[in-house]
């Protein structure tokens, strides 16, 4: 950011009185321009023991596997966010039900919050982000191909849970490992 939103002047890059972190602020309006993280919502589409997976059809991690999720947008609830993302990606109904999983991802700055749902039909089609969807068992998932940790993570407990006829509610942080392109860390909050 290198200009002021609110009147075009330069910014700096300092910590405002009575704050403790460095921001954007204008040297002329003295406006303070908050990054915060943000908030990805999405549903784990079910029908009958199988998830509902969309296959990426943008970047990033374009031709991989994932759940149907997205960035919320002003004015939308987690679960109208969850709803239009399963719309939008995967052109499916479903009955959003309980959050399943809570993920802080603070390398890359975001939050995801990821619930079940059943599918109301069986009526769904690749969205324009997806280029195809398909309904998968546990022994079908395409564990090398899923596109984000937090999938994995999902679906890993998701499964877990479905042996065990009880789900619950995971909530935790997903990091980066230092120095590593594509290995993480998960801590649970129990």
Not at 105 to 116: A, D, E, G, K, T
Not at 139 to 163: G, H, N
Request: glycine share 8%.
């Amino acid at each position: 950011m290198n200009y002021c939103s609110q009147c075009g002047s330069d910014i700096e890059i300092r910590v405002p009185e009575g704050d403790s972190r460095e921001r954007h602020v204008c040297s002329h309006c003295g406006h303070i321009h908050y990054q915060n993280p943000n908030v990805v919502t999405g549903c784990i589409p079910e029908w009958e023991g199988r998830v509902l997976l969309c296959r990426r059809a943008i970047e990033p991690r374009k031709g991989y596997w994932t759940l149907p999720a997205g960035f919320l947008e002003n004015g939308e609830s987690t679960q109208q966010g969850a709803l239009r993302e399963t719309l939008e990606e995967a052109n499916a109904r479903v009955a959003v039900e309980q959050l399943y999983t809570l993920f802080s991802l603070p390398h890359i700055s975001q939050v995801y919050m990821l619930f079940r749902g059943p599918l109301l039909d069986l009526d769904f089609s690749p969205g324009h982000e997806s280029l195809e969807v398909r309904l998968f068992e546990e022994r079908e998932i395409p564990w090398d191909e899923l596109a984000f940790q937090v999938v994995s993570e999902t679906l890993k407990y998701y499964f877990e849970d479905q042996r065990r006829g009880a789900f619950r509610l995971r909530s935790g942080v997903i990091e980066r490992l230092p120095g590593e392109r594509r290995r993480y860390r998960t801590t649970l909050h129990e």
